[in-house]
């Protein structure tokens, strides 16, 4: 299993910057892919940020050139920092873990960090 605890959320206006982090209970090497996901209220979780062990670290396109992913392997910490923020933004923000356990591949989540953009 993998725990995730994140910190870092909170109210900032319109172009400014955040730093969301997430430690991991477990080693980021014995985990195949770490990334951030966000949800709006009534609207599906969607992929912010992700990086596949081996891989490379792919972006959804609203937040290209804006947002940075990345880990501290010493510290079994992942992060995202977040600049020139948007209204649209405003979500909460989950860590994610993946990792394949025998033949299943399983999904962990943290419990949600809330960022708040104002215009």
């Known amino acids: 299993q993998v725990q995730l605890v994140e910190s870092g959320g909170g109210s900032v206006q319109a172009g400014g910057s955040l730093r969301l982090s997430c430690v991991t209970s477990?080693?980021?090497?014995?985990?195949?892919?770490v990334g951030w996901y966000r949800q709006i209220p009534g609207k599906q979780r969607e992929l912010v940020a992700r990086?596949?062990?081996?891989?490379?670290?792919n972006y959804a396109d609203s937040v290209k050139g804006r947002f940075t992913i990345s880990r501290d392997n010493a510290k079994n910490t992942l992060y995202l920092q977040m600049n020139s923020l948007k209204p649209e933004d405003t979500a909460v923000y989950y860590c994610?873990?993946?990792?394949?356990?025998?033949?299943?591949?399983?999904?962990?989540w943290g419990q949600g960090t809330r960022v708040t953009v104002s215009s």
């Open positions: 994610n873990a993946g990792r394949w356990e025998g033949p299943t591949y399983r999904d962990y």
């Open positions: 477990r080693s980021l090497f014995t985990i195949n892919a």
């Open positions: 990086i596949p062990l081996g891989g490379r670290t």
